[in-house]
């Protein structure tokens, strides 16, 4: 028998190597044979609940880091309140309407003018079921626990029903209207747009100042004075029915190039410099309100403009007068309709004038600013052109422009319960600090709801037209329209005609001949959506209403948050969520937004492939994700080292312990070392503060902690020492039970606390341990434990502590100076003060094992000689060890080769190898 045979040095099946990749795979398909999701809800039956709504991603494109920063914070959280006593389905979704699918149809080819509406919206349902089944299959493989065979997705018959019969609710409370608004219109897409979809870009406009002519200046002006406007979208003016002023505010009429001219007082010096007047002179001042109902002559059309008053108008920019056209904003709109104006909006569709507009028909709106311009100059009209770069909206889909545009449309009023919502605001909490005053200010300052769209694929505004025009909504048809599409998907809608989506027999005085017209406009996408809540969360029976939490990015504010809370406060008068918490913006490692363009993009298919769905999820756990966070190959090489340090800490504490059989070997933990129950109280902080950190969904918290535990108090200092105890001692020795003990304590409750993270890996680790529960993922979370004499222990050791770092810097100095090589080589001479000795005697440790060195002193202070290291209350001489290396320990100790029968060991190990392997002996003497 060989020397090196009677050490127990750790031997494990568990791989250095983790090849995530491929073992990943053999987990995931474990888990999904064992059905381990549905074990671990049925485990958790009897337990209060905890549902965290999932907010559909969009059924369309590939499965980006942003989605995985998401689905894995949600699968973290959820996982986590499973393993803390909570019963926690997770149900994921998707959303599936609208105009993206439509866009990539057309894209691939298809004609949709050259089909019927209800065959085009088949290809839209059949692409986004193929676009659902490409992005479950990475957020499976990413780890994401779910019910995914039974998904909510908002083209299902039943979750459009549900969505139908929130907007009946509406309708019946009287919250749904159709009116003639200016709304957000994309040209681009041909549709109305809701403030969500919106995104701002600069662009460079033309900024003109224009005159109006007065024509009854009501005895205040004469007929030869001009009104001056300015604005940066000279397209608007052919649609100019009028000026505002702020009834509040000073007006001077002013002599300038031999003309004479109304602005505001206050404007006037700004007027003068941007037009270039060389002389001013004010010849008369009139009140905002002296003005109102003067009419003033249309720059290039045979009619009038009337001049009214309204809050809107500011001294901010400008001239205290603006142009006023009522189909192309919603300030316009409204004092508009405050003096009667009619709604003028000549655009189409698509953006180009119509015949309201003479000399510019058939013309794109944005073309048309060069010859209203040249027509202004043409007129004597414009005083001033110029250009300026500005923020201005854009359809964030299509990313053009859009233009404000009064169309039909259907409403939810959001002002009949805008408190309402306001106050339940103030009943969530808000995780995100910023999250409540946002959400708060945005409900505050929206406009009505547009919730109608002139798009083909998506749910239909289930109205009917009586044959006198009337919009026909009644408690009778919306239901019976709810259950056609309950029971046959919203495409009967677009097959049927109006008379076979009545109730049979259903009559209506606005059609004495019976016949009925249907509403084609589909519903805002935010409306399914935020119908969630009913279609389910209340249709589910494994789901509760309002949801304990949502979350999602940041960019939900205005979306999902929004439209969510909305309906719900509608038709329920609460909030469908108890807690939302946001998060940033993947970007790269510059800090960059991704794009295809900048080739910066970290795609979570390649990851996977390449380093596995764990690191990914470690990475998530270690992000700060309620700002933007970064993401590139580097980074997540960082992440890939501090896998590695944990992989390789669990592997030794596995490798060492497969001789220990925690019902047989444990030892109690009165009977453990100081050093034991030090690190027993160190386990101890981590637990409680991983625990409440899960708690708070402090992930990066439970990062740091746990990697710092493995590199600082395990590898740097318990593990480094424990290998003269686990290697060294008989197997039964109890200083060598004592730290199997803590390590077996450490492996069982660090699998548990990252199993959250990354639960491939600590299954992995699981089934090296001797649990009763097959599986990390149905066991429970470590509970937090504070044993009494844990603030004495802790205090004891952190002083030893301190001693230790000295000392360490000792030993570097040393090696440095060549006077060791390893720190086993030195005689270590601490020169203490009282305080000291009594600390070292209350520990009853094995310092010379502590420390690592072959051989320590301790010594008084006062006899420090000069050669030593000086620190506080403390001295350290660093002396090579005297005698030989042990054979079996390595430690250098004087009576190396004295002992007859052992001449290459130290006393020692010579006493273990002769009572447990005497043929070892026998062996080195032949």
Known sequence: ????????????????????????????????????????????????????????????GAVHMGHAL????????????????????????????????????????????????????????????????????????????????????TLLPKYEEAEIRV?????????????????????????????????????????????????????????????????????????????????????????????????????????????????VEILQELKGSDLEYMTVQHPFYDRESLVMVGDHVTLEAGTGLVHTAPGHGEDDYLVSKKYGLEVLS?????????????????????????????????????????????SYPHDWRTKKPVIYRATPQWFASIDKFRQDILDEIENVEWLHPSGKVRLFNMIRDRGDWVISRQRVWGVPLP??????????????????????????????????????????????PGSPNGEFTKEMDIMDVWFDSGSSHEAVLRAREDLTFPADMYLEGSDQYRGWFNSSITTSVAINGVAPYKTVLSQGFVLDGEGRKMSKSLGNTVLPEK???????????????????????????????????TYRKIRNTMRFLIGNTEDFQPKEHAVAYEELRSVDQYMMARLDQVV???????????????????????????????????????????????????????????????????????????????SFLKEEEQYAQLAELPEISVREDQATILGQWEKFMDIRDAALKALEVARNEKTIGKSFEAHLSLFVDEETKALFASLDANLEQLFIVSQLDIKELAAASAEAMRFDNLAILVEHAHGETCERCRAIKEEVGTIEDATTLCGRCADIVRSEYPEALVQDEA
């Open 70 to 153: 998401n689905k894995i914070s949600k699968d973290i959280i959820v996982r986590s309140k499973s393993m803390s006593g909570f019963r926690s389905p997770f149900v994921p979704g998707w959303d599936t309407h609208g105009l993206p699918i439509e866009q990539a149809l057309t894209n691939t080819g298809v004609n949709r003018k050259a089909m019927s509406l209800a065959d085009f919206r088949k290809l839209c349902e059949d692409y986004a079921w193929k676009q659902i089944d490409g992005q479950r299959t990475v957020f499976k493989r990413l780890g994401i626990a779910g019910d995914w065979e039974n998904p909510y997705v």
């Open 167 to 279: 907007f009946g609710k509406m309708a019946e409370k009287g919250y749904i209207y159709k009116g003639l608004k200016p709304i957000y219109w994309s040209p681009s897409s041909e549709s109305s747009l809701a403030e969500a979809e919106i995104e701002y870009k600069d662009v460079k406009s033309p900024s003109i100042y224009v005159a109006f002519q007065v024509k009854d200046g009501k005895g205040l002006l004469a007929n030869d004075t001009a009104f001056i406007i300015w604005t940066t979208t000279p397209w608007t003016l052919p649609a100019n029915l009028g000026i505002s002023a702020n009834a509040d505010f000073d007006y001077v009429v002013v002599s300038a190039d031999g003309r004479k001219f109304v602005v505001a007082k206050e404007l006037l010096g700004t007027v003068k410099e941007a037009i270039g007047w060389e002389s």
């Open 346 to 390: 000549p655009i189409d569709n698509k953006g180009c004038y119509t015949a309201e507009a003479p000399g510019f028909e058939g013309v794109f709106y944005d073309k048309a600013n060069k010859p209203i311009t040249d027509l202004l100059a043409e007129k004597g009209a414009l005083l001033k052109l110029d250009f300026f770069v500005h």
């Open 688 to 766: 409680e503060t991983c625990v409440t950190a899960y708690k708070e969904y402090e992930f990066s918290t439970i990062y740091q902690t746990i990697m710092n535990f493995c590199t600082v108090d395990l590898s740097a200092f318990y593990l480094d020492f424990a290998k003269d105890v686990v290697y060294i001692e008989k197997e039964d020795n109890l200083e060598r039970r004592a730290m199997q003990t803590v390590f077996y304590e450490v492996l069982v409750k660090l699998a548990k606390l990252l199993t959250p993270i990354i639960p491939h890996t600590t299954e992995e680790i699981w």
């Open 607 to 641: 990851v996977v492939k390449n380093m596995g769905a764990d690191i990914i999820r470690l990475w998530v756990s270690s992000v700060d994700y309620e700002s933007d966070v970064r993401i590139s190959d580097d980074i997540l090489k960082q992440v890939s080292e």
């Open 1 to 60: 028998m060989k020397m090196k045979d009677t050490l127990h040095l750790g031997k494990t099946a568990f791989p250095m190597k983790a090849n995530l990749p491929v073992r990943e795979l053999e987990w995931q398909k474990d888990w999904e044979e064992k059905d381990i999701y549905v074990k671990r809800q049925e485990k958790n039956a009897d337990k209060p609940t905890f549902v965290l709504h999932d907010g559909p991603p969009y059924a369309n």
């Open 463 to 508: 109205i009917f037209y009586a044959e006198n025009g009337e919009p026909v909504i009644t408690p009778e048809t919306i239901d019976h329209a709810a259950k056609l599409i309950g029971e046959f998907g919203s495409n009967v809608w677009f097959e049927r005609e109006a008379k076979d989506l009545l109730p049979e027999g259903f009559t209506h």
